[in-house]
């Protein structure tokens, strides 16, 4: 049954790519391993590291199954807690709660999980992203290694902060590492995560940062008696529960009460869990404490770190000379998307590489779209998870199934024709297609009479959809949007521009690039713009979108965001704004001149239909998902009577060139 589960899985994937596709040849079909394992058996221990910090780890081993005693070994490296356990029922919910790592079981993987230090009911403190971390990953994996139930060869897998401690191991180059699954991450941590266009995330870092504060701590989460599950059973009862010390005040907290802490069924401890969260945990450094002032790329951390010393930037020179196969995911609306690609893109030529991209947001395979395409979550769930096997029976238990000769690109094409493969990103055959901003709100495909249009800033425009308040930006914390990021009532707070209803279908797939020659009645300003499909309806739905701050309007070459290593190529060669305080344009809009901006959008893979407009938005704020400029509004109350209130001025024609780019497919 498992095999023919598999081999109905792969088929999925093929039936749901184009059959009309003369670009690429589809891949054999896949059979998969032979292995199935219908239980497995979950223990959990410290390991040591060399500075005696004590990481915990679980480790699950499939059981009841083929007489085998050694398997290959996916590691999963985490900071959100490796398990938690609910309080008042002891319920633990660990990686075995997953679906995917169910399946993985199945087919013959064993699986560990870890908690950074600093982290969950590891011990150590931690700043993020700091090279302890990758140390630590390098250990872990060479541990792992060496453990009587693994084959030693190690697979690593995950999203998000997991994706970026994938890089952070692989950079140190463990023997026993043998491929990297990392999903939805940058390559540059400065403009990917905490200031996309020079401007700060303040909705994302404050959400993320009061998740991380609860966590970390083991506290309860809000609402919650949730916190990380313990290790060690210090009584031997056979229940983790009870290895938590009590909150006798209530607040939520164990770590403000008396020592020695108290225990529910009133035993001695060693203390294990107490002294974790207490004793190391409290001298973590808060993220968003020292970030939030950051403000350019070759800010320090508090620990003197530049921002490209921490980030993917600082891994990927060791991940090319390694060699090590990287299977990259992403998601078209994620807020990622960007470096998934210059991930791939720079070094798809020195390491085994593949790409996949859904119509997702940071949950890469899930979003509300699926519906609007006319196919199902549980279908895309089931792609993801094929490949994500796939791609470890290559690496880890050396089965030609041929997913190293296949088109390394795999992308949905949305509102098209679905799954399709290529050959490499940016795709060849793209055509560049301009749309000019005119008069009367116009994009038009030739540019016309010198001319312009102006937009006072309203600072209530905000891109933020659906009932859960989420948006591209604030789904990489937690708030995905639970509906279309449909903008009517949004774009009535900007200014637009769109084509005339377009005589055939258009897809659009690459890098959308924004060029816009403005001024100002203020010195500063941040722009934000939206790129959207208007049906005949009137319905405005966002495609894709990006942002810049003014003083930051010249060019630099992309190559300069790797500053550690250099011949670096970073691939595609896109617009990059070097960010450098000494590259910051200070009262860049000063005595009314104009000034040229370029700004690129998240990439995106997008067919406009027939009948419908393309509508190019255009913002100066995006509260609360961006912080407000300090000089317009230093207190980031969109509010504030004392605001300074720009009106902009968009040129075009007469030597000022205004204009989208977009990188059309032929049909």
Known sequence: MGKLKLILSAILIFSACTKKDDYVQLPMPYSGSAETFERFKKHSEYVPMMDGTEIAVDIFIPGQGEEKNQFPVIFAYTPYQRANINHETGKINDLSSNDEVQYFLSQGYALVAADMRGTGASTGWIMDFMPEIWQDGKE????????????????????????WSQTATASQQPEALKCIVPAVIPLDGYTGEVYPGGIYLHGFMQNWSSIMY???RNNYLPG???TTAPVVDEDGDGQLVDEIPLDLNGDGSFLDENFPPAYADGSPRKHLYYKASLEHHEKNYDYTGWAKDLYFYDGKSPLGHRVDELGPTAHISNIMASGIPVYHVGG????????SFELYATMEKTNPSKIIMGPGYHNYSGGPFWEYFGSTEKRAREIFKVE???????????????IDREPPVLIYVMNGQGWRFEKEWPLQRQKLKKYFLSSNAALKPVSGAAGQETYETDYSHSSIYGSNNGNRWLGIASNEPNTLPIRNDLDKKTIIFETEPLFKNMEVTGHPIVHLALSSTADYGDIFVYLNDVDGTGNSLLVTEGQLRAGFARLYSSDEMIKTHSGIDVQPDLPWHGYNKDQYVDKVFADGKPVNLTIDLHPTSWVFKNGHKIRLSIACSDYPTFRLHP????GNDPENPNNIVPTITVLFGNGYDSFLELPVIPE
């Open 140 to 163: 872990l994996v060479d541990w792992i290694a060496a453990q009587s139930w693994s084959n030693g060869k190690v697979g690593m897998m995950g999203g998000s902060y997991l994706g």
């Open 214 to 216: 609860y966590s970390v």
């Open 224 to 226: 919650r008696k949730v």
């Open 332 to 339: 078209w609306f994620d807020g990622f998307t960007r470096g």
């Open 388 to 402: 994500h096997l796939r791609f470890f029976d290559r690496y880890l238990k050396g089965i030609d199934n041929g």
């Open 631 to 634: 000089q317009l509004a230093p």
